[in-house]
């Protein structure tokens, strides 16, 4: 079945520790995106990629990266230089065009 | 750049009734408007959509309208179910750039 998969579910970060969330989907989007999601809010942009090696920076990039080196993968790196990364993190993609995003499930990101 | 306003926030209905959640935009160009559904802990679902040149669409209990002149658009779900309780998320979209309300939480009551 085709689905964009996000790994790992839960994971945990010491202070000063950079930490990369994987995305990986196989319905052959072009587009791709990272969302934040805190408690009781909504969704806020990160980062998105339209084609392979190219990102744009969303409305909360600081403290975070992204690559695309294939279509199909697009991970977050979550850097010590983001303060307060504690949140339920979202991948989303997307067909070129005025198209619904399929969503992965989440990766829940807590600081120890 | 576009803004999405929701409302409201929470709505808490009882099994059986309807239920009408509200978005407005702010940008005349945009031109597609989706609904997710979130579960807890897990990420948001389309659930239905339409785009510019259509006013209502339906698909079983759920149905959204569209008014462009007054920019804004609604979900309807009727006969709701308990399991029809999660926080849902409306969007309105140009090009690539998509931009998506706060979130309504909604709760049928057994």
């Known amino acids: 079945d085709g689905g964009i998969t996000q790994s790992p579910k839960y994971l945990f970060r010491k202070e000063g520790q950079n930490v990369t969330l994987s995305c990986e989907q196989n319905?052959?989007?072009?587009?791709m995106y990272w969302y934040r999601q805190d408690p009781g809010q909504g969704l806020r942009l990160i980062y998105y990629?339209?084609?392979?090696?190219?990102?744009q920076k969303g409305d909360i990039a600081e403290g975070y990266s992204v690559s695309r080196e294939k279509k199909e993968s697009f991970p977050l790196t979550v850097t010590s230089a983001q303060k307060n990364p504690t949140a339920f993190y979202l991948c989303?993609?997307?067909?070129?065009?005025?198209?619904?995003?399929?969503f992965g499930s989440g990766t829940r990101l807590t600081v120890v | 750049g576009e803004n999405v306003e929701q409302h409201p926030s929470t709505l808490s209905v009882q099994e059986g009734d309807s239920a009408v959640i509200k978005c407005t935009y702010s940008d005349s160009a945009s031109n597609y408007f989706p609904w997710y559904k979130q579960e807890l802990g897990k990420g948001p679902q389309l659930i239905i959509d339409?785009?510019?040149?259509?006013g209502e669409k339906k698909d079983q209990r759920i149905a959204v309208t569209l008014n462009k002149t007054a920019k804004h658009f609604s979900l309807h779900i009727t006969e709701t179910q308990p399991e029809d309780s999660a926080v849902y998320f409306c969007?309105?979209?140009?090009?690539?750039?998509?931009?998506f309300g706060a979130g309504t939480r909604l709760t049928v009551k057994p």
């Open positions: 339409i785009r510019s040149n259509v």
């Open positions: 989303a993609s997307r067909p070129t065009g005025p198209y619904g995003y399929t």
């Open positions: 319905l052959n989007h072009d587009a």
């Open positions: 990629s339209q084609i392979v090696n190219d990102f």
């Open positions: 969007a309105a979209s140009k090009d690539n750039d998509m931009r």
